[in-house]
Structure formats: structure tokens, C-alpha cells
């Protein structure tokens, strides 16, 4: 069983970022705008958002031994509102090598358990590509549930054919 | 007048309406509205003449030269007079789509002229959407008053997600509706 948790970014954790952000297949996965990003710029935007008060960014990290630890992706929670108690969470695994052994269902109730019981959101909500088969069911299995579907909502290879993304959310079960 | 380099045509018309460039002698009214309308507008707190005036010099003055604006805002006239201003916002040229803002002057929203000069506002807008070659425009609307989503519906656009308990207005959890149309 492999050790996983969520912390704080750091510096030092820039290249993995800018890897992770370079990566074309996973840009697509997660609808960010694809562009080669510099270790300097990975800085940069760890910085940026870790400084951001309407949002909690986090590395996901699996423990090596006691003492080392590797950054394999991340979670965010974003847009908090805390007024209404929402934010959106976005989350992916970078590390290929880490993907399908359950790490994302683990971050993700991690990056939950944060946003319910630490920061006493009453609603997290995500955005995810329809056709994300893997994705969308791990969200159902964890309890969102669709609150609906943003049509031909992005572009790809000039085409908008069945490109629909679903939003879903989580309500605190207090 | 204000031109935008993006648009090929400046003013739209229907009737005795049309869209403009934003005018930035608009701006004190605008401002006015918003802040008396903060409650469906997504504004933290209450806007200044000083605030105003820095978004018009450094934002608005510089949406007019770029070859893709985040934003197109226009000010809404009827017969000559400025009774509201909206626009194309949050404009995703990649993914060519881009979301309506709509807000009517204060003393003019009530029910049947919203109705009216929305529906109007929709179909000068979507002329605009089209001209900038967008595939998609949607509204993100607060569920306060059901009938300010009924010129949406007459003008075929779809509800897209209804996302509950979204937002806190006047102290009660309120839900989000966002309706679209493919272009």
C-alpha cells in the first residue's frame, strides 16, 4: 500500500510541475491550454496560486521512506467562495507511472476530507471532460452528482462534436 | 466613438435600440447600476468613482486595439439615450465561446421592459457573437426572479445545468442556472 498525501507545493517541486505542464495528452485530460512551461515559470505559478486567497493548492506526494517523498500531482481547491461555502477542485495525477492504482480516489478524498471538514465548505463542484470515462466514474463513486452539461463546450481539432463537459458536485454531509 | 479593431461593423441596431461601444462618459451610470444591482452581479463590494475610473483607463481603454479582447462591452441606448450596457465577457477565443452580461438601468428594470429590452439586447449581441465567429454564448444567472430567464428561453436557448445552492444572496443559499446557444 503506498503512503499518499496532500501538502503545501514548494519550489523545489517547479520541474515536476513544469513536466506535468508540458505534457499534451494530459493537458487535454484536464482542458488547460496546452504550452511548453519552464521550470522558472512553474515557479512562478506556484507561487502565484499559492498566494491566491480564494484558493488552497496542494501537491500530491507518495511517502518513499521516512524521509523522501515525491510529488506525483496535484489537487486545488479553487474560486473559494466563502460566503456560500463552494469551491471547484481540480486534481490530476502527472506521474504516469502512478496512475491506476487508486492514488487519484485517495487524493481526492483527501483534498474532500480538507475542503468538508477543514474548511467547512457545505458544496465542492468540478468540471470534467465528458468523454473522461475514468474520471467521471470515480466522481460518482466518491458521490457527485452531475448538475449538467456545458455543450460543445471546447475545441479540438476544430471540432466541437460531443466536446460537453460535465459539472458536478458534492454536498457536505453534515 | 469608441471602435473595436476585432469588429468589422461598430453599432447594431433593432428598432429604436442599439449597442455601442462602451462610452466612457457611460461610466458613473454603469457604475451607479452595479452598485445598486450588486446583488445578481458577481461584485464583492460597493464600486467608487476612483475604482471606476482606473477599470475604464486600464481595462476597458484597452480592449478596443486587441486582436482578441477578453471582453466586447457596449453601452445599450434607446432612442439615443443610455438605458443599460452589457456585452460578450470571460470571451474564449480557442474554445470560441463567450458569456452575456446584461444590466438595465435601475429605474428602468421592471418586469416587462426587462423582458423587452433583453430579448432585444439578445438578438444584437448574438449578432455580434457571430461576426467574431464564436460557436457557443451563455448566461450564468442567479435564480432570484424566475422571469428574468424567460427571454433566454423565447430566444431557444437551452438550460445547461442548474447548479444548486451555488451562492449566498441576501443571506440565502441560492441556485445558478446557465443557459446557452450554439451559434
Not at chain 2, 457596449?74 to 443599460?84: C, Q, T
Request: aromatic share 12%; glycine share 4%; hydrophobic share 40%.
Amino acid at each position: 500500500m503506498m503512503d499518499l498525501t496532500i501538502e503545501s507545493l514548494s519550489k523545489k517541486d517547479a520541474s515536476k510541475i513544469a513536466e506535468w505542464k508540458s505534457d499534451k495528452e494530459l493537458s487535454k485530460l484536464i482542458m488547460s491550454n496546452y504550452s511548453k512551461v519552464s521550470v522558472e515559470e512553474a515557479e512562478e505559478w506556484i507561487e502565484r496560486n499559492t498566494s491566491d486567497k480564494n484558493q488552497r493548492l496542494f501537491g500530491v506526494f507518495i511517502k518513499k521512506n521516512n524521509t523522501q517523498k515525491e510529488a506525483i500531482g496535484i489537487s486545488r481547491l479553487m474560486f473559494i467562495d466563502f460566503d456560500a461555502k463552494t469551491c471547484e477542485l481540480g486534481m490530476y495525477i502527472g506521474n504516469q507511472n502512478y496512475r491506476g492504482y487508486g492514488l487519484g480516489k485517495k487524493a481526492l478524498k483527501l483534498t474532500l476530507d480538507f475542503a468538508f471538514k477543514n474548511m467547512r465548505m457545505n458544496k465542492v463542484y468540478l468540471k470534467v471532460r465528458e468523454d473522461n470515462i475514468g474520471a467521471v466514474k470515480l466522481y460518482k463513486k466518491v458521490g457527485f452528482k452531475q448538475e449538467g452539461v456545458l455543450r460543445e463546450h471546447f475545441n479540438e481539432n476544430d471540432s466541437f462534436d460531443n466536446n460537453n463537459i460535465l459539472l458536478m458536485a458534492l454536498f457536505n454531509k453534515r | 466613438m469608441n471602435s473595436y479593431k476585432v469588429l468589422s461593423k461598430q453599432v447594431y441596431s433593432k428598432d429604436e435600440f442599439k449597442i455601442i461601444p462602451i462610452r466612457f462618459e457611460d461610466r458613473y451610470d454603469i457604475m451607479k447600476w452595479r452598485n445598486e444591482q450588486i446583488d445578481i452581479l458577481r461584485q464583492d463590494s460597493l464600486l467608487t468613482e476612483e475604482m471606476q475610473d482606473e477599470y475604464f483607463n486600464n481595462v476597458v481603454l484597452n480592449l478596443f486595439d486587441k486582436a482578441q479582447p477578453e471582453q466586447l462591452l457596449f453601452s445599450f441606448l434607446k432612442d439615443g439615450e443610455l438605458i443599460g450596457y452589457g456585452g460578450l465577457v470571460h470571451i474564449d477565443w480557442k474554445n470560441k465561446n463567450a458569456e452575456i452580461s446584461f444590466l438595465l438601468n435601475t429605474d428602468l428594470n421592471y418586469i416587462d421592459f426587462y423582458l423587452l429590452t433583453f430579448d432585444v439586447f439578445l438578438n444584437l449581441i448574438k449578432e455580434v457573437a457571430i461576426s467574431i465567429d464564436m460557436h457557443k454564448i451563455f448566461t450564468y444567472g442567479y435564480c432570484t426572479e424566475e422571469y428574468r430567464f424567460k427571454p433566454l428561453i423565447h430566444n431557444n436557448y437551452i438550460l445547461e445545468a442548474k447548479l444548486k445552492d451555488h451562492v449566498l444572496i441576501n443571506e440565502k443559499l441560492t441556485d445558478v442556472k446557465i443557459y446557452s446557444k450554439i451559434l
